[in-house]
Every structure is written in C-alpha cells, then in structure tokens.
C-alpha cells in the first residue's frame, strides 16, 4: 500500500510541476519520453553518490551500480540476461551442471 501512496505522490508533484512549466497533460510523447529517462536517472543518483562519497570514481560508481542495464534494460546480444561474471560456484542457466534432466529425455 506504501509503494501505492508514494506512487500518486510523486504522481501529484509531477502534475504540479507539468503546470507550473504550462506543459499539458498528457504531456506531447518527446516531453513524457523525456520525463522517463529523467526519472530513470534520477533514479540513480542515491547509488551513484554513496559509491562516489565512499571514494570511487564516477565511472567505476557508475559501472557498480550497474546503471547502464537499469536504464537501457539488457540490451539484445548482451548475455542473454546472465552475467558475465556469476559468483565462483555459483550455476548460471548455461551451466550443464545446473540444467534440470527430464526423465523421459534420453538424450542427455
């Protein structure tokens, strides 16, 4: 219910905001477009700053924060969703090893 509340709040401030500007609502799709890439970013300034803050550099705060897959979503040919680089001992979904055998497979 929280996640609700703060939904229609940000909703609201953005619609006062909209008119202060005197950009109509629903806003022309470059202005929405926009306005969803900024919020996209500006979802990532609180990750960014506490890596930078603890002394990292902008770009390594950037790349741990993992904002380009948060903003861009995983592009095609990107991994195909898994990470290049999963946790030692941990099975990815390419992985023989983690692949569930069907009984009636015998191919495998």
Known sequence: MKLYL?????????GILYSLLQVRSPAPPLVALLGLLGMLCGEQVIPVA????????????WHKSDCSNHILGVLPGRNNGV??????????????????LDPEDHHS
């Open 6 to 14: 703060l939904s229609i709040g940000a909703g609201v401030l953005v």
């Open 83 to 100: 990470p290049s680089n999963p946790a030692p001992g941990c099975l990815t979904s390419t992985d023989p090893a983690a692949r569930q």
């Open 50 to 61: 506490k890596h930078v803050l603890g002394g990292t550099s902008l770009a390594s705060a």
